[in-house]
């Protein structure tokens, strides 16, 4: 298969790339920015606010399939007044512009997006076909326009949510947590934001999976081993760069507390509570769960630099 991928600077659309590669597939990247380096492939600076853009570069290329990886992710930025608009040009506009495309030359389209379309309240999990919109912010509601942008226009689509990613290539939760202990003995993490992380390079294996096939639809996709905080998720992290042999990051170097989010005080974009997703449409429709968490933080530390 020939497969476009968008946003080949972040840190899934990497993973989706080197996913293809080892496959057989022909992958062709693109991203706004003039050359990524990073990735060893076929590769189309395109800008998804262009419409016209995105149309000669799409039906040039013939793709049999596309994977939109491309998206603004800094949640807290999308709250100032004067990006407000970048960030529904590129999540929403940039979205349908391509469903547009994929639409006309009859080619499935996958759209990466996220828990934050839903209000983020109660304790159950969210279903894949949960209808009950309620973003809670300016990158939620831009993300959710872009999943109806793509379900409103396209029969054959994939629409996959994801939450607390981490990838190599790029910045996330975990390195900022290991680089903020460097400097800093005491840390305090929300522990009431519920949720489970997902491992782009895990991640990208499924996606490949998904689009080799037709079976259509919104789906959930984290990595599996249970449900936690923030808290939780830290000191996953720094307990697994102890057994590496970091021992600065070890409980008597490092101490970490636990925080309600009012406590540790108002970010500009409010955030979801309940992150929790149900992947269990996965297994009902033949594809493998991604691995545990738990096991993708050890084999994330052991393959970036800290």
């Not at 934050?116 to 279903?127: A, C, I, M, N, R």
Request: aromatic share 10%; glycine share 8%.
């Amino acid at each position: 298969m020939k497969i476009l991928v968008t946003g080949v600077g972040g840190q899934l659309g990497f993973d989706v790339m080197n996913e293809l590669a080892k496959r057989g597939h022909e992958g062709i990247g693109s991203d706004i920015l003039a050359e990524v380096t990073s990735i060893d492939a076929p590769y189309v600076q395109m800008d998804i606010t262009d419409g016209d853009a995105v149309s000669k570069n799409i039906k040039e290329i013939k793709p049999d399939a596309v994977i939109h990886c491309a998206a603004w992710t800094a949640v807290d930025a999308a709250e100032d007044e004067d990006k407000q608009e970048k960030v529904f040009a590129i999540n929403s506009t940039g979205t349908e512009n391509i469903a547009k495309v994929c639409k006309e030359i009859d080619v499935p389209m996958m759209y990466i997006s996220t828990d934050y379309v839903f209000d983020g309240q109660g304790e159950k999990p969210w279903e894949p076909d949960c209808k009950d919109y309620k973003p809670l912010n300016v990158y939620g509601s831009s993300k959710l326009k872009g999943e109806l942008a793509v379900s409103g226009i396209l029969d054959k689509y994939f629409i996959v949510r994801i939450a607390w990613v981490f990838g190599k290539n790029g910045s996330n939760f975990i390195k900022t947590m290991l680089n903020v202990a460097k400097t800093h003995d005491k840390l305090t993490v929300v522990n009431d934001q519920i949720g489970t992380p997902t491992y782009t390079f895990d991640l990208a294996r499924l996606l490949v999976d998904m689009i080799e096939t037709d079976k259509y639809g919104y789906y959930h996709a984290t990595n599996e081993g249970g449900y936690i905080s923030w808290y939780d998720f830290t000191k996953e992290i720094f307990r697994q760069a102890v057994k590496l042999g970091r021992t600065e990051y070890s409980e008597e170097k490092v101490q970490v507390s636990p925080v309600t989010t009012a406590e540790y005080g108002v970010s500009k974009a409010a955030r979801p509570f309940n992150s929790r997703l149900d992947k269990s449409k996965l297994v009902k429709n033949g594809f493998k769960p991604l691995p545990t968490w738990q096991d993708a933080v050890e084999r994330y530390l052991k393959e970036i630099e800290f």
